[in-house]
Nanobody, 122 residues
């Protein structure tokens, strides 16, 4: 299994970024890819998850309406579109894989990408 996250960068408050997670090495149906983030000094937290077979997504409450996770079948992966970015969105963003529906706990995910840094400043 390989997961590769990309697309991070430095933006101003209110701007947008799109992260990509390219995935390979598993059958996709029955699996979910989720985005987590970890800010300095904080625990890794769930952001959004996409269930591949069901084409359904779920989100942490603090990102609903601003962040959208979607599928890219051509890339075999998922995007995380981030709009109206805030300083509190600053973190390293990771994509992760598990069999079954997305869950909020990082412990439930067995495979992780390397992370991509997002910095939001004024």
């Amino acid at each position: 299994v390989q997961l590769q996250a990309s697309g991070g960068g430095s933006v101003r408050i209110g701007e947008s970024l799109r992260l990509s997670c390219a995935a390979s090495g598993f059958p996709f149906d029955g699996y979910s890819i989720a985005w987590f983030r970890q800010a300095p000094g904080k625990e890794r937290e769930f952001v959004a998850g996409y269930r591949w077979g069901g084409r359904t997504a779920n989100y942490a409450d603090n990102v609903k309406g601003r962040l959208t996770v979607s599928r890219d079948s051509a890339m075999n992966g998922v995007y995380l579109q981030m709009n109206s970015l805030r300083p509190e969105d600053t973190a390293v963003y990771y994509c992760a894989l598990r069999h079954g529906a997305p869950t909020f706990s990082a412990r439930d995910y067995k495979s992780w990408g390397q992370g991509t840094l997002v910095t939001v400043s004024s």
